[in-house]
DNA sequence: TCTTATTTGTGCGTATGTATC
DNA sequence: TGATACATACGCACAAATAAG
C-alpha cells in the first residue's frame, strides 16, 4: 500500500490516497474519514506520519479535525472557495 | 523572521523572540506558549528546530512542559529562585 | 457526577539521511 | 569532524473533548 522505496514519502502518498477518496466521493462531504488508530492499521505507519498526512489536507482545506469526534471533509458551504 | 544569512542560528533567534514575548508580557506567567505546530507554522523551521529553541528556555528556567498540555511560562511562584 | 471508550492534541526521546558551514 | 538545520519516521505518555451508559 505504502511504497517505502519511492521518492514520494509515506505521509504524501497517505495524503493523496485520502484526497483521492474525497475526490471521488467515497468519503462525501460531511462524512468523517478513517480514526488515526483506523488508518494506522490500514497503512501500517506511525500517527505521527498521519498527523502530517492530515496536516497536507487541513492545509488545504478539505477537511478539518474536531477532538473528540474526528476528521472531517468539509463540506462546499464551508470551503474557502472565495465566498 | 528568521535570518538565515547572519551568525545567530534559527534556534537561538526563536528562542530570544519568545524570550522576549514573555519579557514583555505578551505571554504572561501561567500561560501557554503556542504549539510547536504552530510555531512551526509560524517561523517557518523543523520541529528539531523548535525544540532546541524551547531546550534554551527551560535551560533557562522560563518555561516548563506539561506532557500532553503544552509549554508553559513559569510563574514566579514556582521559579527555581532558591524557594 | 462518574466511568468507560473513542478520538484528536501535544510534547518527548530517538533514529536515519542529506546538506551547509 | 563537529555544529547546525531540514525532512522524514517510529514508539511512547499524558491531556482534553466528545459520546454513551
Given at each position: 500500500?505504502?511504497?517505502?522505496?519511492?521518492?514520494?514519502?509515506p505521509y504524501?502518498?497517505i495524503a493523496?490516497?485520502l484526497?483521492?477518496?474525497?475526490?471521488?466521493?467515497?468519503?462525501?462531504?460531511?462524512?468523517?474519514?478513517?480514526s488515526l488508530v483506523?488508518l494506522e492499521?490500514?497503512f501500517?505507519v506511525a500517527r505521527d506520519t498521519l498527523r502530517k498526512a492530515v496536516q497536507?489536507?487541513?492545509?488545504?482545506?478539505?477537511?478539518?479535525?474536531?477532538?473528540?469526534?474526528?476528521i472531517?471533509?468539509?463540506?462546499?458551504?464551508?470551503?474557502?472557495?472565495?465566498?
Amino acid at each position: 500500500m505504502i511504497d517505502r522505496e519511492g521518492p514520494v514519502p509515506p505521509y504524501r502518498q497517505i495524503a493523496n490516497a485520502l484526497r483521492a477518496r474525497i475526490a471521488s466521493g467515497e468519503i462525501p462531504p460531511g462524512r468523517r474519514i478513517p480514526s488515526l488508530v483506523e488508518l494506522e492499521d490500514e497503512f501500517g505507519v506511525a500517527r505521527d506520519t498521519l498527523r502530517k498526512a492530515v496536516q497536507v489536507l487541513k492545509d488545504e482545506g478539505l477537511v478539518e479535525t474536531v477532538t473528540g469526534m474526528g476528521i472531517y471533509v468539509v463540506q462546499p458551504d464551508n470551503a474557502p472557495s472565495g465566498g
